[in-house]
């Protein structure tokens, strides 16, 4: 007895061999090449819960309150000089360096008698060669924005001291020469304008210094009088 088949069967069954065939070899070929066809994330370690993997950095998400303020400071070289000491005030601050003139002034502390107030005014050769002085301060009176205030200043003296004059000196490298800057501080000196700092230079022209007046009775100014620049 003879059987029949259907036509087209085996060619039909030969292919769908060959397709099942050609599916195995293809996912063979892909396990292969999974390396490059992982989507982003899989087959890397999992990162480590609530920290970074590059040390020093943190992400903007898992900042918390303090966490830059905790942060170490920044080492910082060790301080040159004396720290001992307590830190200078503005009005008697070092200068930075001397002058290209080579000569610096400094003002001292302000000194009070019966409405009046006067400071003593020094004048130093810090360069390395003798600087001629023959003559008076420049000094001005300054407002709390730095601008000039009307106050005459003359020179000449006045209740807390007499001015003898200017005169000639060579003054040589590290010696000082001082005048005396006085003014009327109450209310009977006339018309007081209030300044809130002084600026001082060696001579008109020359690199000044701005000291800070500190202390309403201080503070009040009529006019200012000085003495010229003197060793003594």
């Known amino acids: 007895m003879s059987v029949q088949r259907p036509a087209g069967t085996g060619n039909g069954t030969r292919r769908a061999v060959a397709a099942v065939s050609l599916a195995g070899a293809l996912a063979l070929a892909l396990s292969g090449c999974a390396g490059f066809l992982v989507p982003a994330g899989e087959g890397e370690a999992a990162p480590t819960p609530g920290g970074s993997s590059t040390p020093g950095l943190v992400h903007a998400e898992k900042l918390r309150p303090g966490d830059l303020s905790a942060a170490p400071p920044a080492t910082r070289p060790p301080a040159t000089g004396d720290a001992s000491g307590p830190a200078p005030s503005p009005s008697t601050a ?101 300044g809130d700092a002084l600026e001082i230079a060696p001579a008109p022209g020359l690199e000044a210094r701005t000291f800070p007046l500190e202390g309403n009775d201080v503070r009040l100014l009529d006019e200012l009088n000085m003495t010229a620049w003197r060793a003594e």
């Open 94 to 194: 070092a200068p930075g360096g001397c002058p290209s003139s080579g000569v610096v002034v400094d003002m001292g502390e302000v000194q009070a008698a019966v409405g009046h107030r006067a400071v003593s005014l020094t004048l130093t050769n810090c360069g390395g060669k003798p600087f001629r002085v023959n003559g008076y301060p420049s000094v001005r009176a300054l407002d709390d924005k730095g601008d000039p205030l009307p106050v005459p200043v003359n020179p000449g003296s006045s209740y807390m001291g007499t001015d003898r004059g200017p005169k000639e000196v060579m003054l040589k490298p590290g010696e000082t020469l001082r005048s005396l800057l006085a003014w009327v501080s109450t209310p009977t000196g006339g018309d007081l304008i209030e």
